[in-house]
């Protein structure tokens, strides 16, 4: 049985390295410094879920000012991210995760949250609509190089 705990930067080197396998492609020094950033700012929270004394999952929550695709009200709750390694998912982790956020949320007058995926994640819509998440849009992004 896992525990639930908020990471602070004492958990620095844990959550950069679930997070490198979340976001893999990103320079690992660069993405330790945008997290140490992130985790002294009030606006987020960093879930870790721990089990057997390791940590196997977090998720990143906001609150966003700014305009969130579908939300109503503003502040808003954010979920910037959620990764449970490979053999530790399919066992609600990450709902318990997100149970645990909705309280960070509420404490913080927001009423509603908002996510987004990547439209190949097949893991992410699945989780997201199991969490009575409803779709907001899709938003096609495209690059050109000149």
């Given at each position: 049985?896992?525990?639930?705990?908020?990471?602070?930067?004492e958990h620095l080197k844990d959550l950069s390295k679930l997070a490198s396998e979340l976001y893999n492609g990103n320079n690992s020094e660069a993405l330790e410094n945008e997290l140490k950033q992130m985790l002294e700012n009030p606006n987020h929270r960093f879930l870790l879920y721990v089990e057997d004394e390791q940590p196997v999952a977090f998720m990143h929550l906001s609150i966003?000012?700014?305009?969130?695709?579908?939300?109503?009200?503003?502040?808003?709750?954010?979920?910037e991210g959620v990764y449970v390694k490979g053999e530790y998912r399919r066992k609600g982790i990450s709902t318990k995760l997100f149970n645990e956020g909705k309280k960070w949320f509420k404490r913080h007058g927001c009423t509603q949250v908002g996510s987004d995926m990547e439209v190949d994640n097949q893991d992410s819509y699945p989780f997201h609509m199991s969490l009575g998440f409803k779709e907001a849009g899709r938003l096609i992004t495209f690059i050109k190089d000149l």
């Open positions: 049985m896992g525990i639930i705990k908020e990471a602070t930067t966003r000012t700014d305009y969130v695709q579908g939300s109503e009200t503003s502040s808003t709750g954010y979920i």
